[in-house]
């Protein structure tokens, strides 16, 4: 059904909150994800001329690269993009079918590949280029939020997390409720001032952005005192202390 | 946006039939086109012809062409759902309009005429939502889209059922109303494109990434080195930088010129209006294409901002 579950106050809403501050851009989420998700819920997940030029695939996970503001203050920021598990996604409304749909138990937006017709609606609907064509299968595919791993009693409890979060070496991405204003997602949103991607087209994204954090302002402190030059300094062993304090 | 050839043509030809079909059903029973059942066969055949042909092409956008019955499931969300109920629908009365008239039962094919033109009208408004409602191409979320789609529909039609009415020496009435329409369609057309081109974007890179607060935000390294299916279905190019020209070529030989032949028809009347008739028809049939095309070659859509394009201008 592509109409949405109600929207219940206190709902489990299960998301990724993403640090822009940490993330180094390492696509370590992004290969995990592809490398999880060929054998997952959604596998596999095509690729075109993987060892030759024209490589192309299906991705769920797409990490970019931006510099933000100029000279001193500007910044590079590495991106991770993926589905955002909207409160009121346009890709499950929009769908023809009812292959696409929001859980109401957890608010996951999946896609049942058995009901797919690969119109392709859905990928013109979502403002954020999360959804990708399956060119082999004829169906659409897009991030599952490691549905098969968070709830997968075969696979030790710490470890049922998205694929993505499991791997992140720079601990840049969190995985939880934010429908639980407690959970530590919520507090870690609160904290940081973690914010909603084009909230103006009003899909409200559940996944939030933590902003990098702003740089300290170097302490400038009194102003030095200018030293005389070594060449005016004519005691060899003044001159030999000056040049090793100076390092 | 990607135009892909089989919802360009699925788009026109639909369009056009289901104009045809509401033009026929409105004005035979006002005896302004020739109410013979040849007239009536040629003409609501071609109507149904040309929206069978569109909806057998709108099939092969799909991935799984075999499964498309299941459209038909969620009308209560979905605008091509209710596109694709509509479009089953109307082939009821559309067919019974045709059985009617081929057996000249004049009590059932004006009614079932009539219940075409509103098939038919309900069907294209359906077309038209479903590029309204996507907010992430301003380009088609904008009030005079689903108008167009009516309009262009019904001027294609219009123009069909005066070449048709033109072999039968009657084209008069079709023909006056293509004209109408036409002016208008071009009109319409030119405004749309005067609004689109004034509009500010729906979105920033900057509310894309959140990093607004930083400053300007621009992309350093894309985050694969070839093209992706994103890439290739929404970030379409070639339409933007011959925009112009492609503009010039949908008004004037699909608006503008079909129009004032149309109009000449009017004027000559007998064969030389039945060949400017046909004339006309083709045009705006060739014209429509081009606008078509240039519909989705012409649109922008959101995710382009993560790969520092295009959703700006």
């Given amino acids: 059904m592509t109409s949405l579950p109600e929207a219940k106050p206190g709902a489990k809403k299960l998301g990724l909150v993403i640090d822009l501050d940490t993330c180094v851009g390492c696509q370590a989420c992004a290969t995990n994800c592809k490398e999880w998700n060929t054998s997952g819920h959604m596998a596999p997940l095509p690729d075109r001329n993987p060892y030759s030029a024209g490589a192309e695939g299906v991705w769920f996970n797409r990490v970019h690269s931006y510099e933000a503001g100029e000279g001193e203050d500007g910044r590079t920021v590495h991106f991770p993009r993926s589905c955002l598990h909207c409160e009121t996604p346009a890709c499950v409304t929009v769908c023809p079918t009812g292959a696409s749909y929001k859980r109401a138990e957890d608010g996951i937006v999946l896609v049942n590949t058995d009901m797919c017709i690969g119109c392709q609606l859905c990928a013109w609907a979502c403002p954020y280029g999360a959804r990708e064509f399956d060119d082999d299968q004829g169906v659409m595919k897009k991030c599952t939020l490691c549905v098969d791993r968070i709830y997968n009693e075969t696979i030790p409890e710490d470890r049922r997390v998205p694929a993505c979060v499991s791997t992140c070496p720079a601990n840049a991405r969190h995985f939880g409720d934010l429908g639980d204003p407690e959970s530590a997602v919520s507090k870690l949103v609160a904290e940081r001032g973690g914010v909603e991607l084009m909230p103006e087209l009003g899909y409200k994204p559940v996944n939030r952005y933590l902003p990098p954090r702003r740089a300290p302002k170097p302490d400038a402190g009194p102003p030095k005192e200018a030293g005389p030059l070594p060449s005016q300094i004519t005691n060899p062993l003044l001159r030999w202390v000056d040049k090793v304090l100076s390092r | ?313």
């Fill in chain 2, 1 to 313: 946006m990607n135009p892909a050839p089989s919802i360009v043509f699925f788009t026109v030809a639909s369009g056009a039939g289901y104009g045809l079909l509401f033009w026929l059903g409105i004005l035979r029973p006002l005896g302004l086109v020739p109410g013979g059942a040849l007239f009536g066969a040629t003409s609501c055949g071609l109507a149904l012809v040309l929206v069978m042909l569109g909806l057998l092409s709108s099939t092969a956008h799909l991935g799984r062409p075999e499964r498309a019955w299941r459209a038909l499931s969620q009308w209560r969300s979905s605008w091509l759902s209710r596109e694709g109920v509509a479009a089953v629908a109307t082939f009821v009365p559309a067919g019974l309009f045709f059985i009617a008239m081929v057996g000249g039962n004049e009590g059932l094919a004006a009614p079932m005429g009539l219940l075409s033109a509103v098939g038919a009208t309900v069907t294209v408004y359906c077309t038209g939502m479903i590029y309204a409602s996507l907010k992430t191409i301003r380009q088609w979320h904008h009030p005079l889209v689903t108008p167009g789609y009516l309009l262009f529909g019904a001027f294609s039609g219009a123009a069909l059922l005066a070449m048709l009415a033109g072999f039968w020496g009657a084209a008069a009435a079709p023909a006056a109303i293509a004209a109408v329409l036409g002016a208008l369609a071009f009109a319409l057309k030119r405004a749309y494109w005067a609004s689109v081109d004034a509009a500010p974007p729906i979105a920033t890179a900057e509310s894309a990434t959140g990093l607004g607060f930083i400053g300007k935000v621009r992309p350093l390294d894309p985050p694969h080195t070839e093209t992706n299916y994103l890439l290739r279905e929404m970030a379409f190019r070639i339409g933007r930088v011959h925009a112009k020209r492609l503009r010039g070529i949908a008004s004037v030989a699909g608006f503008a010129a079909p129009t004032v032949l149309l109009l000449l028809t009017l004027l000559l009347g007998g064969v030389p209006a039945g060949m400017l008739a046909f004339a006309a028809a083709a045009l705006a049939l060739a014209g429509m294409l081009a606008e078509r095309w240039l519909m989705f070659a012409e649109a922008t859509h959101t995710v382009t901002l993560y790969y520092g394009g295009e959703a700006r201008g």
